[in-house]
């Protein structure tokens, strides 16, 4: 997890000495491994180094020829295949995954991204023309921010980067605000003159040229994939998660993973557990869980935890329970300054994993995140899209089976959920639900607490969203949403030097995902069918058939109970911006329901909108504060 940032003065200015020093500054917790720079006049490249795998070994970015000049985050993973087709082996003595990236747009140019395959962020500078190509890889496992202003190019792989050096303060984004709650993401910061380089797309802009950012490609259905047997999609879905991994883990370094008792980050673990078997080597496993001898209410996954450990020797487990005077309000200065972001309500669990995992010394840290959106869904829309198909059969026969699977209405009986089913699988897909009815009525019972013209600005973001679960999917790869997704779960790991990796969400597998036929997730009338299918004989029986999967953190209504005093000083505090974005009387409101009049913890969806509702309330406070 490198770090590249740069500044180009288009009107000629040279870039100053402390400009460059305070842009390293601002970067040093990623400059693990030193750090350098290429600069001339007006022109600065940056790189502070962090090598985690064996090919980011042999290089010292930013690497210079006679024309260009690179600087990358990057792990390509074709670089077998590129290495026949550019013929670049002849040419260096070792070739560094930038090395990679430069040769392929030596003969390809702007098309070089449809070459490479892997996660990248990197920037190549033409010192004969004076002009800069940057891009982003095709799901957004990097980041790129910049800014851009007639005089003046900067861009940096954090917020902080930029803000290190722009001479404009902050003006506030209210809309990040809008897309926190409905997790419609677009390029935009809390900053409004800063903006990301979405997924999949790439920039060029030269002194006399101006900016363009260019979409080089998007997701869907490609009939890449097609077979005719039930077992051969599992097989298929098995062999490129290994892969997946397996290009993951090419490190000298020593690997772990974030491990839930669930279907997702078993998977992973198992498949990491057992590539590392063969190599001697040993998987740390990190898991939320509450203390040995725990008499509350809450239950935690220490079961099926502890049912991978024993099936692999070489897995060590370390169990994480944080003080509990450690909530989702503890230190939120900080870490809205390590994050740059509205973070979610379980961001405290996030870091302290992030600490256990730096006191083992882990240099890539694995995480199962992103199957319930993709490959282990549980078939949220399959009638649906059977009907649409014109598979009416098989939507009749699924329509029986969810109506009376338990398990998706919380044990409501057959009897009474015929009407449930019916609006869940069917209607709520239909333009009227859609566009109309759900989004008023989600909003009305949530309760959001934005003021008028922030409200409907969510409203508006929230039909964006109300597509059918897999063209919802779609929707957020291809507009980079995703990519935001992934840099909240990464958010802290440079702090601990880490390089956290989501394999789940592997090019390859999402356009697996989009070839599946939907039945494939529900075969055999059974929720996530496809997924657990394809973990027989790498994970343990009790796991793959569970239908119990507890919250990810089993203790957060205490932790929030315990930290109530701080809503109460959010709700005392008067408007910390002019615009007044949050509706104080709508919090006060939430928080007098979080305990009901029997003393007992309210619902979830309650604690969240609380908790999230004073998460807003203090960035907005930190933003005005660092202007």
Known sequence: ????????????????????QAMQSALKHRAVDGSGIYHSGNTLIGHQNFVTSIYQKQGCLPFEDDTYIITCDARIDNRLELANTLNYKSK?????????????????RENCTNYLEGEFAFVIWNKQTQTLFAATDHIGFKRFYYYDAPDQFIFATEIKGIRAVKQTPVVFNEQVIAEYFTKQYTHITFDKNIFTLPAASYLSLGLQ??????????????????????????ECLRELLIKAV???????????ITLSGGLDSSFVAAIAATILQKQNKVLHTFSSVLPEGYTGKEKDERFYINALGKQYGNIEQTFVWPPLSIGPF???????????????????????????????????????????MSISNKGKDVIYRLLKSGNFSKALHYFKWKKTEKNLWDNVESSSSFLRTLKSEILDNTLFFRYLYNPVKTFS????????HLLRSTLSKWHTGTHPYTQHFRQRINSGSLGK?????????????????????????????????????????QQRSLMRRAMIGYVPAEIINRTDKKPYTPDFSQRLLLQQDHIKMALKKEAV??????????????FTALLNSNGQIASTSVQLSVTKSVLVNDFIEWVAINK
């Not at 994050?339 to 600490?355: G, K, S």
């Not at 019972?445 to 008028?452: N, W």
């Open 330 to 372: 503890s230190d939120l200065p900080t870490v809205f300054t390590k994050t740059e972001r509205l973070v979610n309500a379980f961001h405290y669990m996030d870091e302290a994993i992030c600490q256990a995992a730096q006191q083992k010394n882990i240099t890539i840290l694995l995480n199962g995140f992103g199957g319930d």
């Open 92 to 108: 260096y003595p070792a070739v560094h995954d930038s090395l990679v990236i430069l040769e392929a747009y030596k003969k390809w």
């Open 577 to 590: 911006n002019e615009n007044n974005y949050l509706d104080k009387q709508v919090m006060q409101k939430q």
């Open 209 to 234: 040229q101006p900016l363009t950012v260019t979409k080089y490609w998007s997701i869907g259905a490609k009939r890449k994939y097609s077979f005719r047997k039930e077992e051969d999609w599992a």
């Open 1 to 20: 997890m490198s770090a590249i940032f740069g500044i180009i003065n288009k009107n000629g200015k040279p870039v100053e000495l402390t400009e460059i």
């Open 246 to 256: 397996q290009n993951r883990l090419y490190t000298e370094g020593l690997t772990g």
């Open 445 to 452: 019972r949530s309760e959001i607490p934005l003021t008028g």
């Open 485 to 525: 997704t992934i840099d909240d779960v990464c958010a802290f790991s440079p702090y601990y030097r880490l390089e956290t990796h989501i394999p789940i969400l592997h090019k390859s597998i999402n356009e697996f995902y989009f070839d599946v036929p939907p039945e494939q997730f529900v075969i055999h009338d």
